[in-house]
């Protein structure tokens, strides 16, 4: 470890105490303006329109099945996590269950203010719940096997959408070839499928309101649009050498890293 730091700081700029509180003060102005700008951001979130779903989902869960309207369990509002388990996976996938590690720690405060969080995932029930014991999560996690809520929230495809193309992130994707490669999906391997398997799901976050019995959709994001969500990439944003991922991603299930020493 002192070789680590010793190299790092070889290769960085090296100053006084003065040197680095003058320029601290000027990111400190940069940082209060992006701080500005989220707030606002949030704002504009708020404002958006509401709409109200028509269709009757179904999920299974640990209480049987349930509608999305019981998904709130008595809270008026509802977050969900896409999470990406498919009914082939394994695993579930590992920059998920790493977003998902933090939800042990905040999901009651939610739900005692007025907001439930739910991951759903399109892999069987039985998936799931022996997943969530391997991973000794609390938070709720149900499942939208045999639904179309997944598809609908674009967040779920199927062969013949990633055959001609598919809209994810709000934007228009590009048909995936049958004989992707394993390098842009490395993630896959872990998940014990083939890319594009792995790849009929993919991640996001939508919430939802419930007023006078009609469950309305609110807000979803994708893709980047999860960053902040992400616990160990804020962190890391502020460490030395900030996310340091030359290599691709690095991380891995948190129970299949060597015994901490």
């Known amino acids: 470890m002192a070789t680590m730091v010793s190299e790092t700081a070889a290769s960085h700029r090296v100053g006084t ?15 209060k303006a992006l701080t500005r700008q989220s707030d606002e951001v949030a ?37 969900v996590y896409h999470f990406m388990f498919g009914p082939e996976y394994k ?27 739910v991951a759903i995932s399109r892999a069987p029930f ?4 022996e997943y969530k014991e391997r991973m000794g999560w609390s938070f709720p996690w149900v499942s ?7 598809f609908d929230y674009a967040v779920g495809f199927t062969d013949e959408q990633q055959d001609n193309g598919y ?3 709000f934007r228009e994707s590009p048909p995936l070839p049958r004989d992707l490669p394993t390098s842009p999906t490395a993630h896959s391997a872990a998940c014990g499928v083939d890319p594009r398997t792995y790849l009929k799901q993919l991640p996001g976050m939508s919430a939802f309101a419930l007023e006078d ?13 999860l960053d902040s969500l992400w616990g160990m990439h804020q962190w890391l944003d502020r460490a030395p050498l900030g996310r340091n991922e030359p290599g691709g991603p690095w991380w891995k299930r948190r129970d299949e890293y060597p015994a901490f020493v």
């Open 213 to 225: 019995g009609q469950v309305y959709h609110t807000y979803s994001a994708y893709s980047r649009g």
């Open 17 to 31: 105490r003065e040197e680095w509180l003058k320029q601290r003060l000027e990111l400190l102005e940069a940082e």
């Open 167 to 169: 809209t994810y992130n």
């Open 43 to 79: 704002r504009q979130r708020r404002e958006l329109p509401w709409v109200k779903v028509e269709k009757a989902y179904r999920f299974d869960s640990c209480q049987g099945e349930k509608t999305l309207a019981e998904l709130f369990h008595g809270r008026s509002q509802l977050l």
């Open 126 to 129: 039985e998936k799931l719940k």
């Open 144 to 150: 939208s096997f045999g639904s179309d809520f997944n």
């Open 91 to 117: 695993a579930g996938c590992i920059s998920c269950s790493s977003i998902a590690d933090s939800f042990n720690g905040f999901w009651e405060h939610l739900a005692n203010h007025d907001v439930m969080l």
